[in-house]
């Protein structure tokens, strides 16, 4: 019975009324009045198809309304306006949908709750080290060490150090912020990467020296023309490279390499340094997450460099992947658009016309 259309049943309706004015004809002809065969016929059959159409338009009249108070009150629309059969099923779709559609909403929004959890989480633990220590430090201070000429100084430049690195969070939080905030409002226009590549190789130039890695362009590129917001592009550069220089060993190497293809280049920022366990590499680029979580946290990283390079990717259109191996060193990979524009540009990639 559930799974007959509503005019099979409205037709079954009118078939039994048709039966009862058959029997009720019948009656009237032997017992009362003496009828010609074709009224006994014509009689039930001119019954049941008036019967059909009656229901037919009460009960259409019916579902269109409690329909209507249905659709408007969780779609804002109206039912479809069509045969009985049709507006049922069209109907029993939408609930469908609509189910879907919750379920897919309640799933997003108890991701969007948990993630929400883990970063506050996260982001108490990174301000926690630095507050605390800034603390001790002050502490110590008041209760006499202000006077102690060995470790006023020293103590008063730790808890700088600290105040340092809370600046660093709450600069690369306030970064990528804004990045999502500004989703859209990318610079892209056409310059060249491998200028780009230098400079920031260059401004790299004494923290590379201090651990004594030797950071390089694999080899010597001429123009690479690509399209791009230059100053994201270069953030994202900035933090690969910073990483494979932070996280390093004495004496080794960061080297910066493009392949070209059709309407593409491949940049890829390789190092050898410790590399990272595969069992860490599906989780880096998300925010505050680290593999040596002691280390990192005192010294330096806000845990946002990788996230925040793979926003900037993303919103470019592409994707940043990650090769690592323990022991041999990390190969950071993405994609960037070539410019189809060769105008001569100038040094900040701005097209000169
Ligand atoms: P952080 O501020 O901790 O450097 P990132 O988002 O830049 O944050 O990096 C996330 C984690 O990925 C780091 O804590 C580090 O453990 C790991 N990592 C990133 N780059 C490298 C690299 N080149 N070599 C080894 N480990 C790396």
Not at 145 to 148: E, H, I, K, T, V
Not at 285 to 292: A, G, P, S
């Given at each position: 019975m559930n799974k007959l259309r509503p005019s099979v049943l409205i037709l079954l309706g009118s078939i039994t009324f048709s039966a009862l004015s058959l029997g009720f004809t019948l009656i009237v002809h032997y017992w009362m009045v003496r009828l010609t065969v074709l009224l006994v016929i014509a009689i039930p059959l001119v019954s049941g198809v008036f019967a059909y159409f009656i229901f037919y338009y009460l009960l259409k009249q019916f579902i269109q309304q409690r329909l209507g108070l249905i659709y408007r009150s969780i779609r804002n629309k109206e039912p479809l306006n069509a045969s009985i059969d049709r507006m049922v099923a069209s109907a029993e779709l939408d609930v469908a949908n609509w189910e879907e559609g919750q379920s897919t909403e309640i799933i997003k929004l108890k991701e969007q709750e948990a993630f929400r959890r883990e970063f506050l989480g996260n982001l108490a633990h990174e301000l926690k080290t630095p507050v605390f220590s800034i603390q001790g430090y002050i502490l110590t201070l008041l209760d006499g060490?202000?006077?102690?000429p060995t470790v006023n100084k020293s103590f008063l430049e730790r808890a700088s150090k600290a105040t340092d690195r809370m600046a660093t969070i709450l600069d690369d939080l306030d970064h990528i912020t804004q990045l999502e905030v500004n989703e859209l409002s990318l610079f892209q226009r056409p310059f060249d990467l491998s200028e780009l590549v230098t400079e920031i190789i260059d401004s790299l130039e004494l923290l590379a020296k201090e651990k004594e890695i030797q950071v390089s362009k694999k080899k010597d590129y001429s123009t690479i023309n690509v399209v791009g917001d230059r100053e994201k592009i270069g953030q994202v550069f900035t933090n690969l490279i910073n990483n494979a220089i932070f996280y390093g060993n004495k004496g080794g190497y960061c080297r910066i390499g493009f392949n070209y293809f059709d309407d593409i280049i491949e940049c890829e920022i390789s190092d050898d340094g410790p590399g990272i366990d595969s069992s860490h590499l599906p989780r880096i680029?998300?925010?505050?997450?680290?593999?040596?979580k002691s280390r990192s946290r005192n010294e330096g990283?806000?845990?946002?460099g990788l996230a925040i390079a793979k926003h900037i990717i993303e919103s470019h259109g592409h994707k940043i992947l990650v090769k690592s191996t323990i022991g041999q060193g990390s190969n950071f990979y993405f994609n960037l658009n070539r410019s189809k524009n060769n105008l001569p540009q100038s040094s900040r990639g701005v097209p000169l016309k």
């Open positions: 060490g202000l006077d102690n680029f998300e925010r505050f997450y680290r593999v040596e990283g806000s845990g946002l």
